[in-house]
T-cell receptor, first 114, second 112 residues
Framework: GENVEQHPSTLSVQEGDSAVIKCTYS??????FPWYKQELGKGPQLIID?????GEKKDQRIAVTLNKTAKHFSLHITETQPEDSAVYFC?????????????FGQGTTLQVKP | DVKVTQSSRYLVKRTGEKVFLECVQD?????MFWYRQDPGLGLRLIYF???????EKGDIPEGYSVSREKKERFSLILESASTNQTSMYLC???????????FGPGTRLTVL
């Protein structure tokens, strides 16, 4: 079945450094790739997404890149701040989905040390 | 702002009990989802619904059922709770044809 693999499972960086989280997907027909951030005690919230017709998208300190040939996409956070500490999930929308069904990765716990 | 609420933040039940988890959204969304979140496994889809009284199995439906009698409410039912159903349960909703899912805060269920 469709699968999304996410690495690393945990990531610790110093404040101000960059953080990169990578995901690979199995369904070559997937066309939508969101990233969600889950803060402690809260549900996940969408922070950025990319579609298959775009290679890169930026929003202030966060960016996402997509390599369709290799079937992987990455989240880049620059100038990390303590409030970036959270669990991050990547996801992919399966090709057969017309109801917004997403396949999520395993999650990455990011810790930004002050 | 979209708001998704879940009936309980924490719940403790006994093995064999019937458990109801309720989710309500206030944005007239067509699609609603139930996930469970476990460390190292991410979010796994249990069931989803794209319309009132409609439901589809997700990736791990065994041991669960759902009910959607009204558009704003989606209930997850554990017919006979077991210890391996101890988990964080997240509800989400999205508008028909839209991509963004909005999540509730989650219910941490412990089955003893």
């Amino acid at each position: 079945g469709e699968n999304v693999e996410q690495h690393p499972s945990t990531l610790s960086v110093q404040e101000g450094d960059s953080a990169v989280i990578k995901c690979t997907y199995s369904d070559s027909a997937s066309n939508y790739f969101p990233w969600y951030k889950q803060e402690l005690g809260k549900g996940p919230q969408l922070i950025i997404d990319i579609r298959s017709n775009v290679g890169e998208k930026k929003d202030q300190r966060i960016a996402v890149t997509l390599n369709k040939t290799a079937k992987h996409f990455s989240l880049h956070i620059t100038e990390t701040q303590p409030e970036d500490s959270a669990v991050y999930f990547c996801a992919a929308r399966g090709s057969t989905s017309n109801t917004g069904k997403l396949i999520f990765g395993q999650g990455t716990t990011l810790q930004v040390k002050p | 702002d979209v708001k998704v609420t879940q009936s309980s933040r924490y719940l403790v039940k006994r093995t064999g009990e019937k458990v109801f988890l309720e989710c309500v959204q206030d944005m007239d969304h067509e699609n609603m989802f139930w996930y469970r979140q476990d460390p190292g496994l991410g979010l796994r889809l249990i069931y989803f619904s794209y319309d009132v009284k409609m439901k589809e199995k997700g990736d791990i439906p065994e041991g669960y059922s759902v009910s959607r009698e009204k558009k704003e409410r989606f209930s997850l039912i554990l017919e006979s709770a077991s210890t391996n159903q101890t988990s964080m349960y997240l509800c989400a909703s999205s508008a028909g044809g839209a991509d963004t899912q909005y999540f509730g805060p989650g219910t941490r269920l412990t089955v003893l």
